[in-house]
């Protein structure tokens, strides 16, 4: 059973001290208590209600943990309801004096405000270094978390709060990042938390500072020169933006360039072939990269490849001729 309760409240008091009992004496109950500070009470509890669709507000609230089966929480109820469960399944009932209880739940709040003080005397000794990845969902991350993890860059005696960013859609891949972080147990790492960006404020953001880049180029730059967009997202919107801006660099020399997908492509081609994904050129994508895209593979080559015909190194064969499963 799960036991929650204000701190102040005489109620939960009397419940906690039959929940002890309960488990003291049956081999196979367990209760886990959780206190709130009475001026927190009404968000917590209208929080967790909206999250398992209770209808549920005074103090305590009782439920059962389902998590072992595969189900959520089954509310059990009040004091009331925990009363009647305890006599009708157990044939156990409290009789305490309600002075008694009162006292109990003086002690509680006490104890709840000590230590929710020594918490707070924790964190504030604890003075990590705040470090942000954005577009955290991308593959690149899987590498990158292990260096800083591990001290490499910041050294190994430096505790870091790692922040993971990207946008609302990759919350369940940021989820699964955090808990093998977690589970790894790198010894630098000390906390993980995640942050999205809803996609309106995320458009908004790099608008602004591709037109920034756009206008810094037509002031700055030789007319002739090449601009390439690279990213996993909004990359036709960058190189769009970036041409409105710079309105005397010729549209022609402005290029998208979707990296991200013409790697992972080049990485399982060299799967495929055993041989390192650098070696594997002329991978091309057409369309949107966040959205509609196509790969073609008509004019990709590999070059050293260990064959039975050999030349220069700038030799090249078709990989349609290399590859067996198209």
Request: glycine share 4%; net charge negative.
């Amino acid at each position: 059973l799960v036991l929650t309760g204000k701190a102040d409240c005489p109620y939960y008091a009397k419940a906690e001290l039959l929940a002890d009992y309960l488990q003291k004496n049956l081999p196979h109950f367990r209760v886990h208590k959780i206190t709130c500070h009475p001026d927190d009470w009404e968000q917590w509890i209208s929080k967790l209600s909206l999250k398992n669709g209770w209808k549920h507000r005074h103090s305590p609230i009782i439920w059962r943990e389902l998590l072992d089966r595969g189900g959520k929480g089954l509310l059990l109820g009040g004091f009331n309801e925990f009363m009647e469960h305890a006599q009708e399944y157990y044939n156990v009932s409290s009789a305490m004096l309600s002075d008694l209880m009162k006292d109990i739940a003086t002690e509680n709040l006490e104890a709840h405000i000590n230590l929710n003080m020594e918490e707070q005397e924790i964190k504030r000794q604890f003075k990590p270094l705040h470090v942000w990845i954005t577009s955290a969902s991308m593959p690149t991350c899987y590498s990158l978390l292990p260096i800083l993890a591990t001290g490499e860059v910041f050294g190994p005696e430096k505790a870091i709060w790692l922040h993971l960013l990207d946008n609302s859609q990759s919350m369940d891949t940021l989820q699964g990042l955090k808990m093998e972080v977690e589970d790894l147990a790198f010894p630098c790492i000390r906390q993980v938390t995640l942050h999205t960006m809803a996609d309106e404020n995320y458009i908004k953001i790099v608008t602004e500072e591709c037109a920034k880049y756009g206008r810094l180029i037509d002031q700055n730059a030789n007319k002739e020169v090449k601009v390439v967009v690279s990213g996993s997202t909004y990359a036709n919107l960058k190189a769009l933006v970036v041409l409105k801006n710079a309105p005397s660099i010729n549209n022609h020399h402005v290029v998208a360039l979707p990296t991200q997908l013409e790697f992972e492509a080049k990485a399982q081609i060299a799967k495929k072939l055993n041989v390192n994904s650098s070696v594997v050129k002329d991978v091309i994508v057409w369309g949107n990269i966040s959205g509609i895209n196509h790969l073609e593979l008509n004019q990709a080559k590999i070059y050293t490849y260990d064959s039975s015909i050999w030349g220069p190194p700038s030799y090249s064969r078709p990989l349609f001729d290399m590859i067996f499963d198209r």
